[in-house]
């Protein structure tokens, strides 16, 4: 992992990953649920700590650390492991009308990347970005909170089921900012 994404042992981070190409997988239900007992199984067994997270369709935003100084390894592993159950998901669900273009996307994006992949699910890039002052903190709770809002999909941000706007979110949260 390049250097410049790296995250350090202390203090909080923003981080966002993306679905190559921008695809919306995230509108299934199905699709969504990998993803988030994904991220539940690493709060439970891998030290991830959650404040703030939503997830749009295409892409995800955390304000997280990791009590262990292992952020950068987990965040590997949850895009590791769903990158795989999601390509699994997508190929097996007789319901997904985009499957063949997606799948196509996938392979397309995995054959043109450094690492030369069969397959390639997530970009490569966590954009981890360390926080480092409470005026920080709050702008970034507001872009992650305001993202969908911004995007068009609801009027207010706890209106977004995937988000911790929501008191009634998907991921329970370790503690409030």
């Not at 981070?13 to 991220?39: A, M, N």
């Not at 700590?49 to 295409?58: A, E, G, R, V």
């Not at 273009?101 to 490569?124: A, D, I, P, T």
């Not at 954009?127 to 872009?143: C, G, T």
Request: with cysteine.
């Amino acid at each position: 992992m390049s250097e410049k994404y790296k995250t350090h042992s202390d203090g909080l981070y923003f981080v966002s990953f993306s679905v190559v190409g921008w695809i919306d997988v995230f509108t299934r239900r199905e699709y969504q649920e990998i993803l988030i007992e994904s991220i539940k199984y690493c709060q439970k067994n891998k030290n991830l700590k959650i404040y703030c997270y939503c997830i749009m369709p295409s892409h995800v935003h955390f304000i997280t650390y990791s009590e262990n100084g292992e952020l950068s390894n987990i965040l590997r592993d949850i895009k590791s492991f769903t990158a795989k159950q999601l390509i699994k998901a997508i190929e097996e669900n007789p319901q997904e009308s985009r499957k063949e273009w997606m799948l196509h996307q996938f392979e397309y994006h995995g054959k043109v990347s450094s690492q030369k992949q069969q397959m390639q699910f997530w970009k490569h890039d966590n954009h981890p970005f360390f926080l480092y002052s409470n005026k920080l903190i709050q702008q970034k709770v507001d872009y992650i909170h305001f993202n969908p809002v911004e995007a068009g999909f609801v009027n207010q941000p706890q209106e977004w089921r995937m988000s911790s706007a929501n008191e009634n979110g998907v991921i329970k949260l370790d503690e409030r900012l």
